[in-house]
């Protein structure tokens, strides 16, 4: 058994539910072979793998064609695929300031070398993007709007619906980052006007690292960015056209799809609203602590509804790295500390100047008796704060 309280489950999911551990073991050692290549049995299992957790997945989001379900290494894998695959010179994209570096990155390069313009929206004192804002960015010029479907630091759900509609009005492509909600949220591309959807297969999907996706609706246009073996059609000098071997390049992870297939089944089994529940009954236990503990501040988390169980605070007095080491040494507290690859986020919360924050995640795996100890330790650090004993002071901690 862990001794450490995991708490950094925005970052990746730990532990995974047995079920996924055993069957990517029992699978890996019976068919772990390169798929879709040959005739043989273990090649047909490997393959029948991929198809059958391109489906699972195909039905968790509501799509229409397993075809369009393409296999990725992570949601910043994805999420390169789609940026770089629909955006060219001379186009405008628009996007908020709740983006993970996963988006900011690439459209960063893309302004700056090769002359596509972006518009960011900020979110709200609450932490919410007004679909309003995003309609009035939009210009003759603009190809896709791109939104985190919630956010990694400060756990706000946003409006993908409203968001989608629009876009779907003005025949924008929207493509929207589950990194956070898939497994946690109900996600439905047809519903949700969803054109592309990226997902990671580590976090709340429950599945291990290195395996990812998107799904690319009927009629969506993503231009190959890159090429290579498919184990079909091998003599054709161009990748093939056709999904899902358009977006999907060498050999695939298959111990991750196994793993991944596991987690999704096990979500399934217990019910997103279940599993989601009682992280959610968890956030608000810790919310309602910290609220009550003199010197801490939290950020965006006055309205509990619509948000994910993730959280961000500061104790007044101490830098986040250094209250993160403390959870991990005199707590055995595992969290995140820092900016999270959310740079704008802390831009706009003014966190950024003081290094951060520290970041909560839940997972389905928690207890109450995790919560009150993570409480117990932040009170006593509080404390310590106060009277000055350790850290250096920072006054300009908003509380
Ligand atoms: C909102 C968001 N988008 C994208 C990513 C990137 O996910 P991955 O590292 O699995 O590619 C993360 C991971 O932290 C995230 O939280």
Redesign the pocket.
């Known amino acids: 058994m862990n001794p450490m309280i995991f708490l950094d489950n925005?970052?990746?999911t730990f532990p995974k539910p047995e079920s996924v551990y055993t069957f990517m073991d029992a699978f890996y050692r019976r068919a772990g072979v390169n798929p879709g290549r040959s005739g043989y049995d273990m090649c047909m299992e490997a393959g029948q793998l991929l198809d059958d957790t391109r489906r699972l997945l195909t039905r968790f989001f509501n799509g229409t064609d397993p075809n369009r379900l393409c296999f990725t290494?992570?949601?910043?894998?994805?999420?390169n695929l789609i940026i770089f695959g629909i955006l060219t010179e001379g186009d405008h994209a628009v996007t908020t300031t709740?983006?993970?570096?996963?988006?900011l990155r690439p459209l960063y390069h893309l302004s700056m070398f090769r002359g596509v313009d972006v518009d960011y929206v900020p979110f709200d004192g609450r932490g919410f993007v007004d679909p309003a804002e995003i309609r009035k960015r939009i210009r003759p010029q603009t190809r896709l709007v791109i939104v985190?479907?919630?956010?990694?630091v400060i756990g706000t759900i946003q409006p993908i619906r409203e968001i989608g509609r629009i876009c779907r009005e003005r025949g924008i492509v929207f493509a929207v980052?589950a990194?956070?909600t898939a497994g946690q949220v109900p996600i439905d591309v047809q519903a949700d006007f969803v054109d592309v959807l990226?997902f990671?297969?580590?976090?709340s999907l429950l599945g291990p690292?290195g395996i990812?996706g998107l799904y690319v609706r009927d009629g969506v246009t993503i231009r190959q960015t890159r090429a290579g073996g498919t184990g079909v059609r091998s003599a054709d000098r161009l990748h093939l056209e056709e999904y899902p071997y358009r977006l999907e390049y060498g050999t695939p992870n298959i111990l991750g799809a196994a793993g991944l297939n596991a987690g999704v089944t096990w979500i399934l089994d217990k019910g997103i609203s279940a599993v989601a529940g009682h992280e959610r009954d968890l956030a608000a236990q810790l919310r309602e602590g910290l609220r009550e503990i003199e010197g801490v501040a939290m950020y965006c988390q006055d309205d509990p509804a619509g948000h994910l169980s993730v959280l961000s605070f500061n104790i007044n007095g101490m830098e986040a790295a250094d209250t993160g080491t403390i959870l991990d040494v005199d707590y055995q507290i595992a969290c995140r500390t820092g900016l999270?690859?959310?740079p704008l986020v802390h831009d706009q919360l003014g966190t950024a100047r003081i290094k951060g924050a520290v970041r909560f995640g839940i997972g389905p795996f928690n207890t109450e008796a995790d919560i009150q100890t993570a409480l117990r330790g932040i009170a006593d650090i509080a404390e310590m704060a106060r009277h000055r004993r350790i850290g250096k002071p920072v006054s300009s901690v908003p509380v």
């Open positions: 925005a970052a990746t290494y992570n949601a910043t894998d994805a999420l709740l983006e993970h570096n996963s988006v985190n479907h919630a956010s990694n980052d990194s956070q990226a990671t297969g580590h976090k690292t990812g999270h690859c959310a």
